[in-house]
């Protein structure tokens, strides 16, 4: 594929820092970008942190500018304890790059010379900015996608907070010119660490007049035979056509398949990534969920509970992908992964 030589320079060139850069950190830019925008998510905000990052440096070549980006992605993936989602993006900007700096300057020399360099960073600087935009309004083309699977008096079961689920049911509930509403009902099963997330989106999803009921996480098995179909959304979407998502999604994909229910995925394109787990233990940190100890009060101090502990749902459990680039089946992803990323 275009760009794999370039590709292969970035990832031997050494990290190190960019004089230009001293005064930047990239960490508190992405924290406030998330913190400053509540839909923007973890890939797409360290891709606008990212673009930060280049507007700051006076790099005046291809492998500069590469250096720059590998050097901050790493401080990122550094600076938090579940680094997936957040490298998803970061290695699809990159990507991005290697393939728009392979294209001829604006007198169709090499894009490494001097005399093109700046003119096509300022045009890689616009179109990063509007690649970031798009990614963002991605879960409003979901919801059209999604919509269309949704019946009249089905049961939809859902979890989490995702924003894009969230759009999807809603959206169902409008209507839209050549296709009405839909009246349907959703079970929400309420996770106590993303409690917040979930009463936000059960609350919006009852303003638009969508009858809700809430279950704890120990009821979902006992629901499920009142389900017509699963809907969860996804932090990112792995190279084999899995997902990881928020603790609990597994159990849930588990008794959907057990019910022969079917379990859909909304997820952005730019979710999608090279992260390849091959069971729960392999997601590349440590959650430390199973804490053994001889007694109440034995606490270790080494070890502390992830904010936001996720799982690993392999491919085999997803009957679909609602995504911006259609409706996809987990093997459809893994092509699509390919074809972005190598």
Known sequence: MVGMGIMQNERELPIRDNPDLESFDIVSAYHKLLADDPELTMPVAAIEALIEALSQSSAKTVFETMDLIKTQSAKLRNAVRNPIALTHGTDLFQQYLVMSLKQPGPDGKETSSHENFEVVRQHLMRNGRLFAQRAKQAREHIAIIGREYI????????????????????????????DPFRQFKVIYVVNEARRTESLRVVTALQAKGI????IPESAAAYSMGNVDM?????EAV?????????????????LAKARKKGFYVAAEQHKFGKTFPMDQFDL????????????EGDDNDTKKLIAEPVDYTPPEYITSFFSDSGDLTPTTVAKQVIELMY
């Open 284 to 295: 590349g940190f440590q959650q430390d969920i199973i804490d053994f100890k001889t007694q």
């Open 230 to 234: 699963v809907i969860v959304g996804a």
């Open 238 to 254: 792995t190279a084999n056509g899995g997902i990881i998502s928020g603790m609990g999604t597994y159990q849930l994909a588990l």
């Open 211 to 214: 009858p809700v009921a809430t």
């Open 151 to 178: 019946r009249d008096n089905h049961t939809i079961l859902t979890h989490g907070g995702s924003r894009v689920v969230g759009t999807l049911l809603g959206r169902a509930a409008e209507s839209i010119p050549g």
